[in-house]
């Protein structure tokens, strides 16, 4: 069964540590996730662009597959079906298809927009038990096709959208999505800690979690950090496992072309990374 994402988190602040969103592409990605979390005994919450909803086909074909497979490989474990960046729209449909959890990202609309599109989308994912991530200021970095300058928001936005009745807040402090460059200045640790005086203890969310120093990543749950989210890390273990297998000829020999062979070297890889996190994060026996 699916939960919502608000009382794990809720637990995660209370207890120093942050649960990971990992986010899903396919059957491999999802099963890879789920396994991990049962065997680490971690909560998980499990992130879903509004691109790799449209590349799965469509939300409730992700819905779908996600409960099913909870259910068939026995997962106890508290599991989160979340809209990564979603749009007002995509946050209706994922409500519609059955997701637990929702981010409506309206940090690039004017804050009286953002203000009233979060408040509208607070009521209807509420009344339906399904929790709410939402976004001030941008992040900087791509994730599917918006750009964000890496800013840094502002601790009196911050306020007024967690004020609205939203479960965590996802706000700037200098982080990134994607490879960080080389000169990279760092978590802003002194705007999240105002962030987070700002805030009154709501759950704070670090997106691109690639990248960050371990004790970055350390020092920021410290600070009020609740939930880290982790996309282009699995993409890059999953790529460079599965062009090891190929390099070596490994889909020549015998029946190795089989896509449950050829993939299973980037499955393990995901696992592998998803395990590193959990133990990064602290949420190892948190479930
Ligand atoms: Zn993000």
Redesign the pocket.
């Known amino acids: 069964m699916l939960v919502n994402a608000t009382e794990m988190l809720q637990k995660a602040r209370d207890g120093h540590y942050a649960v990971g969103q990992f986010n899903i592409n396919n059957l491999e990605w999802t099963k890879a996730v789920l396994l991990t979390a049962q065997e680490m005994n971690s909560p998980v919450i499990l992130g879903v662009s509004e691109g790799a909803g449209k590349y799965m086909t469509g939300y409730k074909t992700v819905a779908a597959m996600v409960k099913a497979m909870v259910e068939t490989l026995n997962i106890t474990v508290p599991v989160a079906l979340h809209l990564?960046?979603g749009s007002y729209e995509g946050a209706k449909a994922c409500l519609e298809a059955g997701f637990s959890s929702i981010m409506f990202d309206g940090s690039h609309y004017p804050i009286d927009e953002n203000v009233a599109k979060t408040t509208e989308l607070v009521k209807l994912a509420h009344s339906m038990g399904v929790s709410v991530e939402a976004e001030v200021g941008s992040?900087g970095g791509e994730?599917d096709g918006v750009i964000g300058a890496g800013e840094v928001a502002d601790p009196a936005e911050c306020k007024r959208i967690a004020d609205l009745g939203i479960d965590f807040l996802?706000a700037g402090i200098g982080n990134i999505?994607g490879k960080y460059p080389a000169n990279w200045k760092g978590l802003d640790f002194d705007a999240l800690d105002k962030i987070h005086q700002a805030t009154g203890g709501i759950p704070l969310v670090l997106?691109?979690g690639t990248g960050i120093p371990a004790d970055m990543i350390k020092k920021a749950i410290s600070l009020g950090v609740s939930k880290i989210?982790v996309?282009t890390e699995c993409q890059l273990s999953f790529a460079a496992a599965t062009r090891e297998y190929i390099e070596a000829g490994k889909d020549q020999q015998g029946k190795g072309y089989d896509p449950r062979k050829l993939l299973l070297p980037g499955f393990e890889a995901i696992k592998a990374t998803v395990k590193e996190k959990m133990e990064l994060f602290g949420s190892v026996n948190k479930a």
Do not use: M, R
Request: glycine content about 10%; proline content about 0%.
């Open positions: 990564d960046h992040i994730e996802a999505h997106h691109g989210n996309n």
